[in-house]
């Protein structure tokens, strides 16, 4: 509209805030309410119940043939869902793959894609019909069992829930990401669910953990039961717990068994998959690490499936632990799955929530009952217009010829026979629109019969209608027969997911079995430059150093080794040997492999032996020794094993060997003292080692006095001494000791 000439230009100022708020809440309850959620009730979000009332209307039951999925597509498209038809035509075909719904509600002809993750084919190629679930999901929705409401167009009406008489939210689960909110239900098995549903009727208090125990040789509800099998191996406790509150997850692992090849030899056979994980890129992922040299317990991993899967993995070599293999493979793969459990749906239609495994039922229950008051009334309201034509006609066969006057001879017969009779508008239509045929004598006998028959039920259903318990009865019938159809003993019913505990295998062998061992020296320079060659090395004299930097220790390990480096604050680092930078460059500065203070630098990195026992010393003469077990860091800030306080640091740490040990300090005095003096702690300052005026400790060593003490000069000549020799320097800890021995080594060191 163009702006009048007041003045007025027709700006209308809007709270920018505001008005955001407001259509991104529209956005968010549409998303919420008509998009990703399923209703409690039928577990359903709209597009699938859209799909099966088109399918219903375009008469597609499971005894019927056929129809393209082009036309579901399209009749679902104009009457119903005002969205993309690949967007339906995707909801349709997840609704026919055996690999992704536990009970498929469209019956497919074609290619509906695969666990591979191939797409289906084109919806003009492919065709479909219902299967007897979803006949189950819409049985009565014909008996105003309920509610309707107009579509998009408003030229047409839609159901806003099916009778749903399959528990299809638990047992085909849903997932769904909205605004704010998710949901991810598992598929359950229906014939547990059903018997957890029957059980639920009769003990209306029951707790969750009561609907999850086992009866008599028939488990109710024992967890999830994926369509593509696999174990789950978590704790009973932790599934109650994610039952009880509706949020938690399942960890999913494929199942495999041992083949024997022949010769002593065998392979390892992947026959099950974890829930939603496609095969082809499983096998990719596999096939990748194997490059990368992560498996080095595989050999290969082939993928011989036709209609069933089985995935041979070979090992190394037949002396491989089969078990470690797989546990190597299901930390690192997705041989091992986590499915998460969010019961987040909308409750009774209408509020989105979080339900326990018993609120779910319930209100599943609750809905049934609601259908079954609403399938009754439609059937008495039917039953007494029915009566009430029958009653007419029994009145014009007892006066069939004054019938026949009233008609052939008055102008208006209608209200003429109403008055005569006392009929009503009904009975008088049904009279007059009766055929000549239907005169016959016996027509009365048939007519008596249906009248006291209808009349029965009509007594019958009037009594289910006032009596609570009556209604539940039905229900149990009604469950009862469901789970015949649906039982364990079926092959669409029996129960494909298995449940064990996880094999407990020693964390550091199965670290171990994700890495290749190989030979690697270790290279660590004065500047805290860490690296690794390839192989043994045994002479050092070649190695490239940064322009003031030089070797400060090297030393031997094999690559699936931990290190241990201990820096001058008194903290020791844990860095995996497979982590460290290669021989190529100068490697990498240790900062940035763990983090360690800028004033602190390396003492000393050696290959982490658990077994041992280290001393620990200190620039001022402090120490205790400590299990060499209880140093190893987690985390990258490392672990605080030795207190240490400014301008004290960390100087030695030394493996325990033997029953004494021999410190000397810059002064150029030698202490011998035994270790049993030594305190043994986890984390410490440490007591007094040798006492000085001035100065600190320039070197530590632990020996066996049976074998004496012994040094090596520059010369690398080694020199020892007996107990006797040594008897004027052996003394108790923290004493100040005496000038070192002739002989000793100018460096003031042992080597």
């Not at 860490?530 to 940064?546: A, I, V």
């Amino acid at each position: 509209m163009p702006p009048g000439n007041g003045g007025d230009d027709h700006i209308e100022p809007i709270d920018l805030k505001k008005a955001l708020e407001e259509r991104y809440l529209a956005y968010a309850l549409s998303t919420i309410m008509h998009r990703a959620l399923p209703d409690v009730r039928d577990g359903l979000k709209p597009v699938h119940r859209r799909i099966m009332h088109a399918m219903r209307l375009l008469r597609l039951n499971p005894d019927q043939g056929f129809a393209k999925c082009a036309r579901i597509v399209g009749e679902v498209m104009g009457k119903f869902h005002p969205h993309g038809d690949q967007s339906i035509y995707d909801a349709l075909v997840r609704l026919a793959q055996d690999f992704s719904m536990r009970y498929p509600l469209v019956d497919g002809q074609g290619n509906f894609g695969n666990i591979d993750g191939d797409n289906a084919a084109a919806m003009r190629y492919t065709e479909a019909r219902m299967t007897d679930v979803a006949t189950e999901l819409l049985a009565g929705i014909t008996e105003d069992a309920v509610d309707f409401r107009p579509t998009y167009n408003e030229e047409d009406e839609e159901p806003a829930v099916l009778p749903g008489a399959f528990p299809n939210l638990l047992a085909n689960g849903s997932s769904g990401i909205a605004v704010g909110m998710a949901t991810s239900i598992p598929p359950h098995n229906a014939a547990e669910l059903l018997t957890a549903a029957l059980y639920l009727i009769d003990n209306p208090q029951a707790s969750v953990a009561d609907l999850m125990a086992r009866t008599d040789g028939d488990g109710l509800v024992q967890g999830p039961d994926f369509p593509t099998g696999g174990i789950v191996v978590d704790s009973r406790a932790s599934i109650l717990e994610a039952y009880e509150t509706g949020r938690g997850g399942f960890r999913v692992r494929a199942k495999w068994h041992q083949e024997d090849q022949g010769r002593g030899t065998w392979v390892i056979i992947v026959t099950e998959i974890p829930y939603g994980v496609q095969k082809s890129r499983l096998i990719e992922k596999i096939a990748e690490l194997l490059l990368a040299r992560k498996l080095p317990l595989l050999e290969d991993v082939r993928d011989e499936s036709a209609e069933d899967i089985r995935i041979v993995l070979a090992p190394k070599s037949r002396t491989v632990d089969p078990g470690l293999l797989m546990e190597s493979l299901f930390k690192l793969t997705e041989l091992e799955s986590r499915f998460p459990l969010n019961m987040n749906v909308l409750s009774r239609g209408k509020v989105p929530n979080v339900l326990s495994l018993k609120d779910a039922l319930k209100e599943w229950l609750d809905h049934r009952r609601d259908v079954l008051i609403r399938r009754s009334s439609h059937r008495l309201a039917e039953i007494e217009r029915r009566l009430e034509v029958l009653g007419g006609y029994l009145i014009a066969y007892l006066n069939i010829d004054e019938v026949i006057r009233i008609i052939r001879e008055e102008d208006e017969p209608k209200p003429v026979m109403m008055a005569r009779w006392e009929l009503t508008d009904i009975q008088a239509e049904a009279i007059l629109n009766m055929r000549l045929r239907a005169l016959r004598k016996l027509e009365e006998f048939e007519i008596r019969k249906e009248f006291d028959a209808l009349s029965e039920e009509k007594k019958q259903i009037e009594a289910l209608l006032g009596s609570e318990p009556k209604q539940w009865g039905t229900i149990k019938w009604e469950i009862g027969e469901l789970r015949k159809k649906f039982g364990p003993e079926t092959e669409l019913g029996r129960r494909r997911t298995q449940f064990a505990e996880a094999p407990e295998h020693d964390l550091s062998e199965i670290h171990q079995a994700m890495i290749e061992r190989e030979p690697i020296t270790v290279i660590v320079s004065e500047k805290g430059w860490l690296r690794t060659m390839k192989g043994h090395l045994s002479d050092y004299s070649t190695l490239s150093f940064k322009e003031g930097d030089a070797l400060k220790l090297a030393f031997h390990a094999q690559t699936t080794d931990k290190i241990l480096i201990f820096t001058t604050g008194g903290k020791f680092h844990t860095i995996g040997a497979d982590r460290l930078p290669g021989g190529r460059g100068h490697g990498e500065p240790i900062r940035i492999i763990v983090d360690m203070e800028n004033d602190q630098d390396i003492v000393t990195a050696f290959v982490h032996d658990p077994e041992r026992k280290l001393l620990l010393v200190s620039y001022q003469g402090n120490g205790f020794v400590v299990p060499e077990a209880e140093v190893v860091a987690n985390t990258r800030k490392g672990k605080q094993v030795m207190n240490v306080k400014a301008p004290d640091e960390a100087k030695a740490c030394v493996p325990v060997n033997g029953d004494h040990a021999a410190i000397v300090g810059e002064n150029r005095k030698l202490l011998v003292f035994p270790l049993s003096e030594v305190p043994e702690m986890s984390r410490g300052k440490g007591v007094r080692l040798q006492k000085y005026k001035d100065g600190g400790v320039l070197d530590v060593k632990t020996f066996a006095m049976a074998d004496g003490l012994s040094w090596q000069d520059s010369a690398e000549r080694t020199f020892t001494r007996s107990q006797a020799e040594l008897l004027e320097w052996i003394g108790s800890r923290a004493g100040a000791g005496r000038m070192v021995p002739k002989g000793f080594p100018k460096t003031g060191r042992f080597s």
